[in-house]
Nanobody, 121 residues
Framework: EVQLVESGGGSVQTGGSLRLSCAAS????????MAWFRQSPGYERVKIAT???????TYDRSVMDRFTISYGDTKNALFLQMNNLKPEDTAIYYC???????????????WGQGTQVTVSS
């Protein structure tokens, strides 16, 4: 059974940084497309960054050049480094994984419980 557990959320001021972590376990093989999503109050959940089994990453334009998604050395950990945070980044952040190596067309069947990020002005 795949399990994803996020950590690292918190409260920061505008311009601050946070690093989210996602501990992954239960994958039957090494290398999956994984992603970070976020959901703000009153809005739908939005995919903001993906990384495939070959460590190729993509970003939503709202976070490009500020956020960096990466795997740990063993791909059992996923990270999201968030710099220059803005109030509009306030949301619950979710780690998600697919059962596929590449992210094109991947569906995300596995989800963490979410971690709150709050950015104050």
């Amino acid at each position: 059974e795949v399990q994803l557990v996020e950590s690292g959320g918190g409260s920061v001021q505008t311009g601050g940084s946070l690093r989210l972590s996602c501990a992954a376990s239960g994958f039957p093989y090494d290398g999956n497309c994984m992603a970070w999503f976020r959901q703000s109050p009153g809005y739908e959940r939005v995919k903001i960054a993906t990384i495939d089994g070959g460590r190729s990453a993509t970003y939503d334009r709202s976070v490009m050049d500020r956020f960096t998604i990466s795997y740990g050395d063993t791909k059992n950990a996923l990270f999201l480094q968030m710099n220059n945070l803005k109030p509009e980044d306030t949301a619950i952040y979710y780690c998600a994984a697919s059962d596929h190596y590449y992210c094109d067309g991947a569906d995300f069947r596995h989800w963490g419980q979410g971690t709150q990020v709050t950015v104050s002005s």
